[in-house]
């Protein structure tokens, strides 16, 4: 279902950094790095983040400079990776990495007029996490002592199945599927500057009179990751549909629509591949200064780009008392 689409009937407030201290956030770590990732190549020059041999590794100063907001705030974050990625998804990636090539191919285009603004937007659009981005960051990570997580499957899935099994509080991503997938609670924006937003499942459900499996089937009637969706059917008429029909089988067969696949679709939402025997230790007992070599050293990264990151992070941690190593 669209962001837009699904934003239009979830249940949102904005939340207060007090309310949700203390919590622990399984942060879905894709959706989480390339926000940091295209802002750092935004707005940074590449020299500051391109090694001698030329890897760009962008996504080291993105995490540096997106970890405190997490420990500034009392909150301890769970990092899930993707696992493989399902059959039925290998479309949208296919459509993304076609509007990437269009991208790449005005990025050139840009670089040859001298247009720097225009650079500077269509670098960002063009970033991809590439296998060497994915293994610094968990490195990194490691180093900062920061839980880490491998999914079987979406890695958002497991953030919201771990808010479902009471192992996190809350899921956290921007992405509003985690609905879709059951997390009871998701916090929303923590990339940005300000509140965060609070998403809840219970309230939606109740605010559209849906259970969990009617709002999975809306979603799948305009669209998903997974699916096109129906033409001309938007999350109102999709809603009203299934007020009058029970559910997406009852829906087509009403409608005569077609929806390739849609058992499936439905699985994936509601019965995903996850682990459930994940254990997570959230004591924070990170190695800053291993973690400044790895970055500064080893990767090259331009030592002022970084270092307030660093002692914004050393800071948080004496403060809250999450720390076990001062």
């Not at 839980?147 to 996190?168: K, L």
Request: glycine share 8%; with cysteine.
């Amino acid at each position: 279902m669209g962001n837009a689409d699904l934003r239009e009937l979830a249940a949102l407030e904005e939340a207060s950094f007090e309310d949700v201290a203390g919590s622990v956030v399984a942060v879905d770590a894709h959706n989480w790095l390339y926000r940091y990732l295209t802002t750092t190549v935004k707005w940074t020059s590449e020299e500051v983040y391109t090694t001698a041999d030329g890897t760009e590794v962008a996504n080291l100063v993105g995490v540096v400079q997106g970890l405190p907001k997490f420990f500034e705030h009392d909150l301890t974050p769970v990092f899930v990776f993707d696992g493989g990625v399902t059959e039925l998804k290998e479309a949208e990636l296919e459509a993304r990495r076609a509007q990437r090539e269009r991208y790449e191919s005005r990025l050139e285009d840009a670089r040859e007029r001298g247009d720097e603004v225009a650079v500077a937007r269509l670098e960002s659009r063009t970033q991809r996490l590439t296998d060497t981005i994915v293994e610094t960051t968990r490195e990194l990570l490691g180093l900062l002592d920061v839980p880490v997580v491998n999914a079987p499957a979406e890695g958002e899935a497991q953030a919201a199945h771990m808010a479902r099994q009471g192992r996190v509080d809350y899921a956290g991503t921007e992405d509003y599927d985690a609905l879709l997938f059951g997390a009871p609670l998701t916090l929303r924006q923590l990339t940005s500057a300000g509140k965060p937003e609070l998403m809840s499942l219970e309230a939606t459900l109740a605010a559209h009179d849906l259970t969990w499996e009617q709002l999975v089937d809306a979603a799948i009637l305009c669209g998903t990751d997974f699916n096109e969706g129906v033409p001309g059917v938007g999350p109102k008429t999709a809603v009203s549909l299934l007020h009058e029909h029970g559910d997406l089988l009852a829906v087509c067969e009403a409608e005569g629509y077609q929806v390739e696949h849609a058992d499936r679709i439905r699985q994936l939402f509601l019965d995903p591949a996850v682990d459930s025997d994940v254990s997570v230790d959230t004591d924070i007992d990170p190695d800053l200064d291993a973690a400044r070599a790895f970055v500064t050293g080893e990767w090259e990264v331009a030592e002022s780009e970084v270092e307030r990151g660093f002692e914004r992070v050393e800071s948080a941690l004496v403060q809250t008392g999450l720390d076990e190593w001062t």
